[in-house]
């Protein structure tokens, strides 16, 4: 919460539309830490993995839901409530 505000400007500069995540009736969500989550429009990414390495190096950023890497291993759901392994 401390480093809100300078996380929510620099988001603004580097093309994000930032926006505190909410509960039903307004008030912020609260991670079990005590953090607050700003949720992110980029619209289109071109360069995701450029863009994660320009949030993370924000300010009071704890993590970032930019996913480059590849997964070792894949678990695809089933209507039926089983699972496929791919990897």
């Not at 039903?24 to 607050?36: A, D, H, L, Q």
């Not at 980029?42 to 300010?59: C, D, N, Q, S, T």
């Amino acid at each position: 919460p401390l480093a809100r505000n300078t996380a929510f400007k620099s988001i603004l500069k580097i093309g994000g539309k930032p926006q505190i995540r909410t509960l039903e009736r307004g008030y912020p969500f609260i991670t079990e830490n005590g953090n607050i989550i700003l949720d992110c429009n980029f619209g289109v990414i071109k360069k995701p993995k450029l863009l994660r390495e320009k949030i993370e190096k924000i300010a009071g950023v704890l993590e970032v839901g930019i996913f480059t890497r590849k997964p070792d291993i894949i678990y695809k759901a089933k209507s039926n409530g089983q699972f496929d392994i791919i990897k």
